[in-house]
């Protein structure tokens, strides 16, 4: 399996700043990545996918770059319901594999 | 609108079988556009991709779950269900059913709100 680690765990920023949260792939996946924002008690919700696609109905805020294993989700300027956990996901082979989450928190 | 939701017991005892159902509303399930999935979220921990299938029932799984795990389709109900045998407590978690966007790629556009799955005698 494709092992995914993302950094920070967790970051603690303020209403204004730009975020990035770092996901790397143990192996190269050419771009077959999502990004996911999940709020406590709720379901992921998709934000990217094609590592740099916006899904439909997503702020412009968010944005997503990166190749080979090395990718980043940056949010431009990080607003009060932006606060939740984000999760990177492959999807270049069986089985997709998620990151274990980065928790934006208020600071 | 597509909604889907979960349904199925919330406590399952070890050693049993864990059979959960998503039912699809606002687009057919037998659209050759979409595929269907399950993933699963332990409390306070990440996630897990469990299974996928299509409208036709070609399935596949996550091969750590591949033994224990059958996911199927009912088009008559607009349904499809997830059968995970032999579940110990490490099996407790949210489960959710999701979309598999139409590009072909296993990411999901659309989830269920989820169903906490509780393995415990």
């Known amino acids: 399996d494709i092992q995914m680690t993302q950094s920070p765990s967790s970051l603690s920023a303020s209403v204004g700043d730009r975020v990035t949260i770092t996901c790397r792939a143990s192996?190269?996946?050419?771009?077959?990545l999502a990004w996911y924002q999940q709020k406590p008690g709720k379901a992921p919700n998709l934000l990217l996918y094609?590592?740099?696609r916006l899904e439909s109905g997503v702020p412009s805020r968010f944005s997503g770059s990166g190749s080979g294993t090395d990718y980043t989700l940056t949010i431009s300027s990080l607003q009060p319901e932006d606060f939740a956990t984000y999760y990177c996901?492959?999807?270049?082979?069986?089985?997709?594999?998620f990151g274990q989450g980065t928790k934006v928190e208020i600071k | 609108q597509l909604q889907l939701q979960e349904s199925g017991p919330g406590l399952v005892k070890p050693s049993e079988t864990l059979s959960l159902t998503c039912t699809v509303s606002?687009?057919?399930?037998?659209?050759?556009?979409?595929?269907w999935g399950w993933l699963r979220q332990p409390p306070g921990k990440g996630l897990e991709w469990i299974g996928t299938?299509?409208?036709?029932?070609?399935?596949y799984y996550n091969p750590s779950l591949k033994s224990r795990v059958t996911i199927s389709v009912d088009t008559s109900k607009n349904q499809f269900s997830l059968k995970l045998s032999s579940v110990t407590a490490a099996d407790t978690a949210v489960y959710y059913c999701?979309?598999?966007?139409?590009?072909?790629?296993?990411?999901?556009?659309?989830w269920g709100q989820g169903t906490l799955v509780t393995v415990s005698s």
């Open positions: 606002g687009v057919s399930i037998s659209s050759t556009f979409y595929y």
């Open positions: 996901q492959h999807y270049y082979s069986t089985p997709p594999t």
């Open positions: 299938i299509n409208y036709s029932g070609s399935t």
């Open positions: 094609a590592a740099s």
């Open positions: 999701a979309r598999r966007g139409n590009s072909g790629y296993d990411w999901f556009d659309s």
């Open positions: 192996q190269g996946i050419s771009n077959s």
